[in-house]
């Protein structure tokens, strides 16, 4: 059976960095459409990154509040990616989820995407 596992979240003061990490155990496949998305408390979930990769290659998009901050990244173990996020703000603060869509292959990998795996979240708290 696949699971995802989120890890890394804490608390970090304004301009701290952290990186998550989200792992999906149980796949053999070769493709993957993972992403990340956040909630704050009284909030709306967001996406936040997403990684597609496939044979011959990967593809990342990001929303319009962490692009050209956060990274999204493949990890040295298979089929887990990373998150890492520098110059956190307060309003960043959220619980941090991971999904995935291993019946991925190609095309698009946003966030509209219908993920049939999540993980519990993981805290992520910026706070001076």
């Known amino acids: 059976q696949m699971q995802l596992m989120e890890s890394g979240g804490g608390s970090v003061q304004p301009g701290g960095s952290l990186t998550l990490t989200c792992a999906l155990s149980?796949?053999?496949?070769?493709?993957?459409?993972m992403a990340w998305f956040r909630q704050s408390p009284g909030k709306a979930r967001e996406g936040v990154a997403t990684?597609?990769?496939?044979?011959?290659?990967?593809?990342?998009f990001y929303s319009e509040d962490v692009h050209g901050r956060f990274i999204i990244s493949q990890g040295n173990a298979e089929h887990t990616v990373h998150l890492q996020m520098p110059n956190l703000k307060p309003n960043d603060t959220a619980i941090y989820y991971c999904?995935?869509?291993?019946?991925?292959?190609?095309?698009?990998?946003?966030?509209?995407?219908?993920?049939?795996?999540w993980g519990r979240g993981t805290q992520v708290t910026v706070s001076s």
């Open positions: 999904a995935a869509d291993p019946t991925y292959t190609t095309g698009s990998c946003r966030f509209s995407r219908d993920f049939p795996y």
């Open positions: 149980g796949y053999t496949g070769n493709s993957n459409c």
């Open positions: 990684m597609a990769y496939y044979h011959g290659g990967e593809r990342t």
